[in-house]
């Protein structure tokens, strides 16, 4: 198969391969409602979705709304996601961001980007995820993994998380951005690893500029 030769051509290419190898791409932090997705993405920040999920279940039981969370006791939210890194600040934006969406947005998830990022703890990336998992709305998430490949491969040399989701974002259709993303995840973590990518199983490999050199 011939190689890309444009950004574009290579990000599209690699939505394409990817999506053959990761058909079924999916959120992997677990949850029930735009609202708990909201919470466990705001407490996977500098943590794993597998240490994140086995705190959510306790949590969700006990302050799974946003009247119960805005009403908790910080002690108590802390205890329950004492297991997660920067528990405390992560407790009082839980809170914060309960109240807000009780004064607010009448307690619903807003839909806009604008009013995501208004919330504690809520930046881009949380919101774009919001946006594409669990409200069927454009939404290209940026994490280390999704921002190293798109180096890599030369789709863009943005190293803002913000400038890689507008330059990505903009090659391709809005209905997949979210899954890019997903997928591009997956392959960081299966593949494409930070200090010694797997290029030999890579089935980007061969339109990647630094395939067998990093």
């Not at 961001?97 to 619903?108: I, K, N, P, S, Y």
């Not at 594409?132 to 491969?153: C, F, K, N, Y």
């Amino acid at each position: 198969m011939a190689k890309p030769r444009t950004a574009e051509g290579r990000c599209r290419r690699t939505n394409d391969e990817l999506k053959t190898t990761f058909p079924e791409a999916e959120c992997e932090l677990e949850f029930e409602t735009p609202f708990q997705l909201l919470v466990a993405t705001i407490l996977s920040a500098q943590a794993t979705d597998k240490s994140v999920n086995k705190a959510t279940p306790k949590l969700f039981e006990a302050f799974g709304t946003p009247e119960k969370l805005a009403e908790a006791e910080i002690d108590e939210i802390e205890q329950l996601i004492k297991s997660i890194g920067l528990y405390r600040s992560k407790a009082k934006n839980l809170q914060g961001m309960a109240q807000r969406l009780l004064v607010d947005f009448g307690g619903e998830v807003p839909s806009e980007m604008h009013d995501l990022v208004s919330l504690p703890g809520v930046g881009r990336k949380t919101a774009n995820v919001v946006r594409s998992v669990s409200l069927g709305l454009p939404g290209l998430p940026v994490d280390t993994h999704v921002s190293r490949i798109v180096q890599r491969l030369g789709i863009t040399n943005e190293t803002d998380p913000v400038k890689i989701e507008n330059a990505v974002g903009s090659m391709l259709p809005d209905d997949e951005h979210g899954d890019f993303s997903l997928r591009v995840i997956l392959h960081g973590r299966q593949v494409c690893f930070a200090r010694k990518p797997n290029c030999a199983e890579c089935v980007l490999s061969y339109f990647c500029p630094v395939a067998f050199k990093v």
